[in-house]
Structure formats: structure tokens, C-alpha cells
């Protein structure tokens, strides 16, 4: 699997918000203004390579042994991984823990060394800890993803796949933030402002995204 | 998966040394990246109403908290907060609150559906877009446009687009923030001390018999108005064919509004509880 094959089939195939509707509460909260959809964009883009890294990381040498060694084994607290490592147990509690760490840190350590892009991102920052698009990326870059054809990725990969998924839900972002911001001087039915027309343009985003399905012959 | 009580042990293992390693890491992390911060700010924006609507003239509750601990705002300046947190951020300063006057904002247009259109508009349905055309789709070049700009601009859900073509204000909720009174492009909309009643509702500068041929209730100029204003070098003045109410020296006495011939000049004192009543069920029906 290839780095072109992956950033193709994340950002526009297989589009976190657009075809696997992810991340849908920002996608309608905060693309209002496209300052507003971008800054959260490029949080959301920052927090999911980090996340991937450190998600990977855990799948790789904690729950299986497909980094090519296990702690767990390494150091003497099991004698051997059960069949199919921890990941059915330990998977989903042990990724949101992670993530929700790293949000934290990412926040402090901001706030401190790059106060301009704190002030920047500030307010975005802590709802990402909470946005399922983050736990999407990592479930599908270390499980979940077309496994069968394409065999696993390795920690790079997995990260590369974090950045071109916020890459991809920035692209979303931005164009329902153009949408919307022209749709807010339309001669929109009373009924129909706001967001329920965010709603059908939303639908009908989708819609085009359905046709770069199986674009190449990749199926993520 | 068969139940196992290996998987117990591991998971409680894996996930207790993961929290131990994460917690003393945070730890270690808020110590290296403390940042040195005066207590006070969070304890007043703690205290602030958190709409962040921008009438202290700052971007938002938390800048606002900071200028006050930097001693660049008073501690009375949120309107929406009024009083009560006026006193409670003057506490954490240790300064005394000054009492702000409760002002509200008021529409000084009755024209509304009463004005003709000049043109049939279907542009973009906003004042400031129709305004851009030639001053706007009515008749009136200085009147209401009544396309709703401030209703929706307002952050308290204070105003209602009334079947009359005007903006109303249930003025329970307005909290003279001054949000409509910026997007207004005719400039219609004061904020003004709710202890006036009085108001000449016209911004019109036009001549008077112009302005009677457009518009039953505008202002023509008669000074009528200025003629029976009992203060003291009166508190009403007809500029350029348009009445003003200086508000410092209006004593709302009402005998300009029993004396204008247009019904231009209105008076808040028996409307104000019954309006705000009826514009609240309005809005919920």
C-alpha cells in the first residue's frame, strides 16, 4: 500500500465526514464562517496525526505483537499473547484514553510555546477531544480499515493515514463553509434557514463524493 | 472469546499503568508549561454572563476579563450583566461599582407597511444589501427597511419582526448590547436610558411636505412639538425638519406627543408593560 494509495483513499474515497460520516457535529457546528471551519480543520488535522502515532504505537507493541515485539511479553507480565492479542478488550477504552491525554498535552504545551496558534485554535482545541472522527481515523488505520486485500500498515503509514484524514475533514469543512456562507444571504424559505439547508447541501456533498467510490480501484 | 480471567488482569494492568503514565506525565506537563496567570481573570470571567455579545467594547467575556485586571475597563462595563456583576467583579478588584444607567434600544422608525414600496425587491433579503440599491426598496430614503437585519442579528432573542413592517423589542431581554443599532444601515435604532418615555419615532430629514406625501406618521417639521415643551430651554428641538429628543433634559412629561399633529412622537409610559406581554406570545405562537 502506498502513500499516493492512501492519501487518495482517505481524502477523497473513503472522506471521514463524506463517506463515512464522521464527525458530523462540528461539520454542521462550525461551518458557519470558513475562518471559523478552517481553524477547526487544521486542529482537527494536528490532533489525528498525533492520535494515529500514538494509537498505532499501543496496537503495534501493546495489544498485538505486529510491531515485531510485545511489552506485555518483553516484560515477563504474560508468558504469551492469547490468539488475536488484546485488541477486542483493550482497543476502543485504551484508544480514547490516549486520545483524550493528548489533547490535554497538545493543549498545554501549546499554550506555552505557540501562544499564536493557541489564540488561533484555542476555543477548538478541547472539543476535538470529544469528536468521533479522531477515534474513527485511529480504529480504521489500525483495524478497520480493508484489511483482507491490503495487509497491515506500519506506524508511518498509520500516521500518514491521521494527517490525510484531517486533511480530507478540512476539505469538507471548507466547502460547506463556502456553501453555507453563501446560503446565508440566499432567499432561503423561512422554514428551510440555517440548519436544515446545511443539511440537504450536506446531502447532497455526499452524493458527489459517492462518485469518487472505487475511483483507481481502491477500497479502503 | 471465551470468558477468561486472564483478560481481567491484563486489562486492568495495561489500562492502571497506561492512567499512571499519562497522569504523571500531565503532571509533569502543567508544571513545565505553567503559565503565570493572575487568578482574578478566570474568578471574573468565572462571574460573566458568557454571551460574549461585545458591548464592553472588547472581543468576547474573556478579553473583557482581561482588560479589567489590567486596569484598562471598569468594573461596571457589561450591560448584560447589569448590576448584580458589576458588584461582584468590583469585589474581586477591590474597587467600588459606579451604577450604570439600564438603557434599552429603541426603534425611531414608525413607518413600517405604512411607507410604499418605490421598487419591487427580491435581492438578497437583508437591510444593508437592499440599502446598497439606491438606499433601499422604500419609499422613505431614511425609514425602516423592515428585512429583518437586526432581528437576527440580535444575540438575546430581544427583538421580533412585528406584521407592522417594524422591529419591536421586548425590552425585558434587551440588554443594550447595540449589536442591531451597528448592522442598521439606515441608523434607526438607538440605545437610549429606559427611564426616557418619550421618543420621536422619524429620522426623516426630508422637507415636510415631502415627507407627509410618503409617510403617515413622519416627522414634517411643524415644531408644534418644541412649542409646548415646558423645560427650560427645551428638550426638543426640530433640526433640518426632523424633531429631536435630548434625552438628557427630557423630564417625559408627554405634552409633545399630545400636541404632534403626525402622531410622529410616541410615548413608551402606558405601552411598555402591555407590549412586551402581548410581542412574547407572538413569538411563541
Same mark, same amino acid.
Given at each position: 500500500?502506498?502513500?499516493?494509495? &492512501?492519501?487518495?483513499? $482517505?481524502? *477523497? &474515497? ?17 461551518? #458557519? #464562517? ?28 501493546? *495489544? ?10 518483553? *516484560?515477563?507480565?504474560?508468558?504469551? *499473547? ?28 501549546? #499554550? ?10 484555542? &476555543? ?22 480493508? #484489511?483482507? $486485500? ?8 498509520? $500516521? =500518514? ?35 436544515? &439547508? ?13 462518485? =469518487? ?8 | 472469546?471465551? /470468558? +477468561?480471567? @486472564?483478560?481481567?488482569?491484563?486489562? %486492568? ?8 503514565? /499519562?497522569?504523571?506525565?500531565? %503532571? ?23 454571551? @460574549? ?13 482581561? %482588560?479589567?485586571? %489590567? ?12 448590576? +448584580? ?34 421598487? +419591487? ?117 426640530? @433640526? ?26 410616541? @410615548? ?18
Amino acid at each position: 500500500m502506498g502513500y499516493i494509495e &492512501i492519501a487518495i483513499g $482517505t481524502i *477523497l &474515497i473513503s472522506n471521514l465526514v463524506l463517506a463515512r460520516f464522521l464527525g458530523l457535529c462540528p461539520f454542521v457546528g462550525v461551518t #458557519r #464562517r470558513t475562518s471559523d471551519a478552517v481553524g477547526m480543520g487544521f486542529a482537527v488535522m494536528f490532533v489525528m496525526t498525533l492520535a494515529c502515532f500514538a494509537t498505532a504505537l499501543i496496537y503495534n507493541y501493546i *495489544l498485538t505483537a505486529e510491531g515485531g515485539m510485545n511489552l506485555l511479553v518483553a *516484560l515477563g507480565i504474560v508468558p504469551e *499473547l492469547p490468539t488475536g492479542g488484546y485488541v477486542l478488550i483493550l482497543k476502543t477504552v485504551s484508544y480514547i484514553l490516549v486520545i483524550a491525554v493528548l489533547v490535554q498535552f497538545v493543549e498545554m504545551v501549546m #499554550r506555552k510555546s505557540v501562544p499564536v496558534l493557541y489564540k488561533a485554535l484555542g &476555543i477548538y482545541l478541547p472539543l476535538i477531544t470529544t469528536n468521533c472522527a479522531v477515534m474513527g481515523v485511529a480504529l480504521l488505520g489500525t483495524t478497520d480499515w480493508n #484489511r483482507a $486485500t491490503y495487509g497491515p500498515l506500519s506506524v508511518t503509514q498509520v $500516521t =500518514f493515514m491521521g494527517l490525510c484524514g484531517g486533511i480530507g475533514f478540512t476539505l469538507a469543512m471548507i466547502l460547506l463553509s463556502g456553501i453555507r456562507e453563501r446560503l446565508a444571504v440566499a432567499a432561503v424559505p423561512k422554514v428551510l434557514q440555517n440548519v436544515p &439547508i446545511a443539511f440537504i447541501a450536506m446531502g447532497m456533498m455526499a452524493l458527489a463524493f459517492l462518485g =469518487f467510490s472505487k475511483m483507481f480501484g481502491i477500497a479502503l | 472469546m471465551e /470468558f +477468561d480471567f @486472564n483478560y481481567v488482569t491484563v486489562a %486492568a494492568l495495561v489500562l492502571g499503568s497506561l492512567a499512571v503514565l /499519562f497522569g504523571v506525565g500531565l %503532571a509533569i506537563a502543567s508544571r513545565v508549561f505553567h503559565l503565570e496567570q493572575d487568578p482574578r481573570i478566570e474568578q471574573i470571567e468565572e462571574n460573566l454572563p458568557g454571551a @460574549n455579545c461585545g458591548a464592553c467594547g472588547f472581543g468576547g467575556c474573556s478579553a473583557y476579563a482581561q %482588560a479589567v485586571v %489590567a486596569g484598562k475597563a471598569g468594573p461596571s462595563e457589561c450591560t448584560p450583566g447589569g448590576m +448584580d456583576v458589576a458588584r461582584v467583579v468590583a469585589d474581586i478588584m477591590g474597587l467600588t461599582a459606579e451604577a450604570k444607567e439600564r438603557r434599552v434600544a429603541v426603534v425611531l422608525c414608525n413607518g413600517g407597511n405604512k411607507v410604499a414600496n418605490r421598487v +419591487d425587491y427580491h435581492g438578497v433579503p437583508d437591510c444593508r444589501a437592499a440599502a446598497l440599491m439606491q438606499d433601499g426598496q422604500k419609499a422613505c430614503h431614511w425609514g425602516c427597511l423592515g428585512l429583518g437585519t437586526c432581528v437576527r442579528s440580535c444575540p438575546f432573542d430581544a427583538m421580533v419582526l412585528g406584521e407592522d413592517g417594524l422591529p419591536h423589542i421586548i425590552e425585558e431581554r434587551c440588554t443594550a448590547c447595540g449589536s442591531c443599532a451597528e448592522v442598521c444601515p439606515k441608523q434607526i435604532i438607538k440605545i437610549l436610558p429606559v427611564k426616557n418615555m418619550v421618543h420621536a419615532f422619524c429620522r426623516s430629514h426630508d422637507k415636510g411636505g415631502e415627507t407627509r406625501k410618503i409617510c403617515p406618521v413622519g416627522c414634517i417639521g411643524c415644531k408644534k412639538c418644541e412649542q409646548v415643551c415646558p423645560v427650560e430651554g427645551k428638550a426638543i428641538h426640530v @433640526n433640518e425638519f426632523l424633531a429631536e429628543v435630548d434625552v438628557q433634559k427630557c423630564i417625559s412629561c408627554g405634552k409633545c406627543v399630545a400636541a404632534c399633529p403626525m402622531s410622529t412622537i410616541g @410615548n413608551f409610559r402606558l405601552s411598555r408593560r402591555k407590549k412586551v406581554a402581548k410581542l412574547k406570545g407572538q413569538e411563541t405562537a
